[in-house]
């Protein structure tokens, strides 16, 4: 597999998605696993300050959504149990395999493949595309009714509209202890809190990474789930 790296040795995920589907439909996490072997290849003799952190999987999950979007990837139809699968952080009971399409596979590669964000900007998602793909979010939860709304919805509700402030969300998070089980908000909260502007090429793949992470940190805020009372 040929593989593409900037002069910094940064891996560009699209290219990598590219180059590793162009040789066999493959599931999302097989993928990521070979991309942070990429990255091992790369660190190796570096100094431990100066190596580079390859995409989390929310963010290469998110990648990997874009690339759907523009039309450059798609489902095969091949699903796995996950038990055969070796993907066990799943919910949803199958792994899905994805390949690339005609246009994904066309020469010269399709700008997106390197620079979705500028595409998206300048000429948005491909209409025709757009309209036959189901939407890229699950529909939102009904607003639930008012005899169960309190502090869990009153936290996601202020930290939907204001800007990133981990160390005053992880106060609102203390009051929520006693009550909801927060084991993937702290998980989330600790990924986000990893990412750091020295580890990335450009400020705005920094900024893409602390963004997606944060997004994550709410999304597993909104599916907490309250502590089994004892009996």
Do not use: C
């Not at 590219?18 to 991309?35: G, K, M, T, V, Y």
């Not at 300050?49 to 798609?74: A, C, I």
């Not at 890229?136 to 509209?161: H, M, Q, Y």
């Amino acid at each position: 597999m040929d593989v593409v790296r900037r002069r910094s040795g940064r891996v560009p995920t699209g290219l990598f998605i590219r180059a590793f589907l162009l040789e066999r439909e493959a599931h999302p996490s097989e993928i990521h696993r070979a991309l942070h072997l990429e990255y091992d290849k790369v660190n190796q003799g570096r100094p431990r300050r100066e190596r580079l952190k390859p995409p989390t999987w929310h963010s290469f999950l998110r990648h990997l959504h874009q690339m759907k979007q523009f039309g450059l990837v798609d489902l095969s139809g091949r699903e796995e149990p996950i038990e055969e699968s070796e993907v066990p952080w799943l919910t949803e009971g199958v792994v899905r395999y994805y390949r690339l399409t005609d246009k994904g596979r066309a020469e010269p590669p399709h700008d997106a493949w390197v620079n979705w964000r500028r595409i998206w900007e300048e000429e948005g998602y491909p209409e025709l595309e757009v309209a036959a793909r189901p939407p890229s979010r699950p529909p939102e939860k009904p607003t639930p009714p008012p005899e169960k709304e309190g502090l869990l919805e009153s936290v996601i509700s202020k930290w939907a509209e204001r800007k990133k402030n981990i160390s005053l969300l992880k106060k609102d998070l203390e009051t929520l202890r006693e009550t909801y089980s927060l084991e993937d908000v702290d998980d989330a909260v600790e990924e986000y809190e990893g990412i750091v502007r020295e580890d990335y090429e450009t400020t705005g793949e920094y900024q893409e990474e602390r963004d997606d992470a944060w997004q994550k940190v709410l999304d597993t805020l909104e599916n907490a789930e309250e502590e089994e009372a004892l009996e």
